[in-house]
Each structure stands twice: as structure tokens, then as C-alpha cells.
């Protein structure tokens, strides 16, 4: 009898064990379920401004905090030129001027992206058209959200804007990048 007693309360304490460890593996379960990471993409064709031939596309994906941005386009004169985010998605007007001013939520100057001495957060820099009029950029940052709540970080709703010409990174409010090649407004 006393054979069998140990013999019950071995069996027992096993079970008991086996479900604590069901429990510790739900729980694993639970903690790599509730990590799962989250991608956001959002896709922009540009559309041709100012009686130009520029056109392209434009994405931007975030993932873990950072947006990445990858823009193609065609149709330009070769050489450099500026890409900037704008304050508006409305690419209405055959110049490009409805999406209104480079994007600033913070009343940076304007400046290189990184700058120390300051820059807009719609800042993008400049990239090179080859002799067949095509060009590409791409950039990675935690300044930017897709549809977050943070109205500094947030690009919905703003524009894209390729310009004729390049960003000289000192001249006020806008680079003197010239007239705006090409538009597409960021929406969801």
C-alpha cells in the first residue's frame, strides 16, 4: 500500500509538472505572438508638373520605427536634382505650388538632412538623372511615421515634390531647387 501511495504521488506530481510546462510554453507562445512586427507600405505614383515629362514612383515602408523611402524616377533633365516632402498630397495645379511649402513641422531652417544647424523633416537631398533622364534615391529614418499619431513624424497627407533643379542646402525657405518637375501626395 505504501508502494502504491508513492507511486500515486509521483504520478500525480508529474502531471502537475507537465502542466506548468503547458503554462511557461502558452506563455512563450503569447510573448512571441505579442512581437509580432508590424510593416506599413504605402505606394505614390508622381505625376509630370510644369509642362515636364518627369514622372516615377515612390514608396515608403516602415517597420520596427523606421520608414525607408525608395523613389524612381524617368523623364527628367539630366543632371541633379532636389526631392523634397511638401506640406499637401494636392498635386492639382500644373506647376506643383497646391501641395504648398516644404514639410516643417518642427520650424527648422532649411538645411541638408542631419544637419546640426537644423533642416526640415521634408529635407530629402538630391539625386542624379542619368543621360536618359532617369534617377533614383533612397533613405532610412526614425523621423518619419506612416499614419501615426505624431502630427511631426506623420506623412500622410503631405506630397512629394521633384524639382528641377538641385537643393543648395543653404538658401531660405527652400534650397533654390527651382520649378517642381513632378507630384504625388502621400495617402493611405
Same mark, same amino acid.
Given at each position: 500500500? %505504501? ?5 500515486? =504521488?509521483? #504520478? ?9 510546462? %503547458? %503554462? ?5 507562445? @503569447? ?87 537644423? #533642416? ?10 542619368? @543621360? ?33 533643379? =538641385?537643393?543648395? #542646402? ?19
Amino acid at each position: 500500500m %505504501k508502494k502504491l501511495s508513492i507511486l500515486l =504521488f509521483t #504520478f500525480s506530481l508529474s502531471i502537475i509538472s507537465c502542466k506548468n510546462v %503547458k %503554462k511557461d510554453v502558452e506563455t512563450v507562445e @503569447e510573448t512571441i505572438t505579442k512581437e509580432v512586427i508590424e510593416t506599413k507600405k504605402v505606394s505614390i505614383e508622381l505625376s509630370p508638373k510644369s509642362d515636364s515629362n518627369a514622372s516615377g514612383t515612390v514608396v515608403f515602408t516602415e517597420e520596427n520605427g523606421t520608414v525607408s523611402l525608395v523613389a524612381n524616377l524617368t523623364g527628367l533633365e539630366p543632371g541633379e536634382h532636389a526631392i523634397h516632402i511638401h506640406e499637401s498630397s494636392d498635386c492639382s495645379s500644373p506647376d506643383g505650388k497646391s501641395a504648398g511649402g516644404h514639410w516643417n513641422p518642427t520650424s527648422q531652417p532649411h538645411g541638408k538632412w542631419g544637419a546640426e544647424t537644423g #533642416f526640415h523633416k521634408g529635407d530629402i537631398g538630391n539625386f542624379v538623372a542619368d @543621360e536618359n533622364g532617369n534617377g533614383s534615391i533612397s533613405m532610412s529614418t526614425d523621423e518619419w511615421c506612416i499614419d501615426c499619431d505624431d502630427d511631426t513624424k506623420n506623412i500622410v497627407g503631405k506630397g512629394i515634390i521633384v524639382h528641377a533643379g =538641385f537643393d543648395d #542646402f543653404t538658401t531660405q525657405p527652400t534650397g533654390d531647387a527651382g520649378g517642381r518637375v513632378s507630384c504625388g501626395g502621400i495617402i493611405e
